[in-house]
């Protein structure tokens, strides 16, 4: 009787954490759910709120306004296949140099391919600012131009870190 008494217990402080651990990696993996939900659902709610932030610091007019989601919308989907392409570049860019004897034409290329792709969202930024640029007047461009010096201003979105307006680089 004792020694069934000892194996229960034995198991039952075995299975007891083990449990534990399960039932916190699978709330944990709940909750990781739901946070990334609120973020995708934070990222637009950031592009409308900035939109009306730009709408109100440059005092743009209704026409402006509408013209400014179009040109950013607009943006933002020629953008998003890219930024796709770009994660799948750099994520195959890892995996080949983290093999221990990583092909260097393979890395070579996948680098050139990261580049270029890295060239089209440079040029689509650029021309997202010129295209907004040429929708503002005057006194706007002059409020928009000094907020892109202090890091507040620019076409932000699926491209990364904005806020400074067209960054060229060679």
């Given at each position: 009787?004792k020694?069934?008494?000892n194996r229960?217990?034995?198991?039952?402080?075995?299975?007891l954490?083990a449990?534990?651990?399960?039932?916190?990696?699978?709330?944990?993996?709940?909750e990781e759910?739901e946070d990334?939900?609120?973020r995708?659902g934070?990222?637009g709610?950031?592009a409308?709120r900035d939109?009306?932030?730009?709408?109100?610091?440059l005092?743009l007019?209704?026409?402006?306004?509408e013209?400014w989601?179009?040109?950013?919308?607009?943006h933002?989907?020629s953008?998003r296949?890219?930024?796709r392409?770009?994660?799948?570049?750099?994520?195959?860019?890892?995996?080949?140099?983290?093999?221990e004897?990583?092909?260097p034409a393979?890395?070579g290329q996948?680098?050139?391919?990261?580049r270029?792709?890295a060239r089209?969202?440079r040029?689509?930024?650029?021309?997202?600012?010129?295209d907004?640029?040429?929708?503002?007047?005057?006194d706007q461009?002059?409020?928009w131009?000094a907020?892109?010096e202090?890091?507040?201003?620019g076409?932000?979105?699926?491209?990364?870190?904005?806020?400074r307006?067209p960054?060229?680089?060679?």
């Open positions: 009787m020694t069934t008494l229960s217990i034995r198991i039952a402080r075995t299975l954490p449990l534990l651990v399960v039932a916190a990696t699978g709330l944990a993996a709940v759910g990334r939900q609120s995708r934070a990222r709610d950031f409308e939109a009306e932030r730009m709408a109100r610091v005092q007019t209704e026409d402006q306004k013209e989601r179009r040109l950013r919308e607009e933002e989907a953008v296949p890219l930024v392409q770009m994660r799948d570049i750099t994520e195959r860019l890892e995996t080949e140099a983290n093999l004897n990583p092909d393979v890395v996948l680098e050139l391919d990261r270029a792709v089209q969202l040029d689509s930024r650029v021309q997202a600012h010129e907004a640029t040429r929708l503002l007047d005057r461009r002059i409020r131009e907020l892109q202090n890091g507040r201003g076409f932000r979105g699926l491209s990364g870190p904005g806020g307006g960054r060229h680089r060679n």
